[in-house]
């Protein structure tokens, strides 16, 4: 069986592991062979490959990044962009597919399933919110840097008696922001599923204050206030999948604290910061064993599934499932991170 692999979306810790965990079980156990599909969707789209066998995956678990690279392509905005794909899929002898990306790249990945592509899925984001699953490789990564730059953050807060506004990655979802707001130990965290009220964050500030420590604010970028609530865009423009450019609200969030407060704040944004360098421990042994259970989800010709994380086990879901609805923060959670708020 000769089987195909792509990664999609933006890159993430831990993509490369899975990558090297499919070939190493799919060659040795299976003795099947693979093509890689470069640049995300547009690899089968244009008959972008690239060998892919044992020396190809030599070294790279700690890699971050991919080494097949990736894209935003969303091959159902292309003119016969599905008979595309088919036609180089059999072109390439590829008799089976192995998608690896977050709620865009498998939702074309559910769309083709639906149409006869033979594909399984494996979920990745950093933001966590892929309802299928209870966690995605690279969140782990992304919480631990953002966590990290919290801790350093502390100090020159307070050295300087500042306001220090840490926006993170989180469109929709705020996993990022709660996780490494509570392991950080900020002060208030700000997340898209909660609306947040500007004055309330003042009165925290101050509050803060008040106990001779200086604030650390944590905000996702997808957050908004309550009172002209809407998201804060870098641009109008969007992507092959409709997605404007989110950020800026750390930024924003500073000016109305400085101005409404008389403290000085500063906006400090890790942006993609977040996404690279090397995958921490948890995530390359999620991502090596959702590589290792894909395979075989193909071997069993058990198409249209995405592999999942439930509890200690890895299981089968379908497609449809695991990104049918993003997994979002709940109140109750959320209120566990309200208790250190001030």
Not at 174 to 193: K, R, S
Not at 262 to 270: F, P, Q
Request: proline letters at 4%; hydrophobic letters at 40%.
């Amino acid at each position: 069986m000769r089987v195909g692999v792509l990664t999609g979306g933006g890159d993430c810790p831990g993509l490369n592991a899975v990558i090297r965990a499919v070939v190493r079980k799919g060659v040795k156990e299976y003795g099947f062979e693979f093509v890689g599909f470069l640049d995300g969707w547009r690899g089968p789209l244009e008959n972008l490959t690239t060998p892919l066998g044992i020396d190809q995956v030599r070294g790279i678990l700690p890699r971050g990044g991919t080494i097949l690279k990736s894209s935003r392509t969303n091959p159902f905005k292309i003119e016969n962009g599905v008979e595309k794909i088919k036609d180089n899929l059999a072109a390439n002898g590829v008799d089976a597919l192995i998608a690896i990306g977050g709620e865009d790249t498998l939702g074309v990945a559910t769309r083709l399933a639906d149409l006869g592509v033979n594909v399984v899925g494996v979920p990745k984001t950093i933001d966590n919110d892929l309802s299928g699953t209870d966690f995605t490789f690279g969140f782990d990564t992304a919480v631990n840097i953002a966590m990290e730059a919290i801790d350093r953050l502390h100090t020159t807060a307070e050295s300087h008696h500042r306001v220090l506004v840490v926006e993170v990655m989180g469109r929709h979802a705020g996993w990022i922001a709660l996780h490494a707001g509570i392991a950080g130990g900020a002060n208030v965290v700000l997340i898209p599923e909660q609306p947040f009220d500007i004055e309330k964050v003042c009165g925290y500030v101050e509050r803060r204050f008040q106990s001779h420590y200086s604030p650390i604010i944590v905000v996702s970028e997808g957050a908004m206030p309550v009172e002209g609530g809407d998201m804060t865009l870098v641009s109008g423009e969007k992507d092959a999948f409709g997605h404007v450019r989110l950020g800026g609200i750390g930024d924003r969030l500073a000016k109305e604290i400085e101005a409404r407060t008389g403290k000085e704040a500063r906006a400090v944004v890790l942006g993609h910061v977040q996404r690279g360098g090397t995958p921490t421990a948890f995530a390359r042994w999620l991502a090596t064993r959702f590589g290792l259970h894909a395979v075989t989800a193909v071997h069993e010709k058990d198409y249209g599934t995405m592999v999942a994380l439930r509890g200690a086990d890895i299981v089968r879901v379908p497609l449809a499932e695991g990104t049918g609805e993003l997994k979002l923060v709940q109140p109750e959670q959320y209120a566990e991170a309200e208790v250190f708020f001030g």
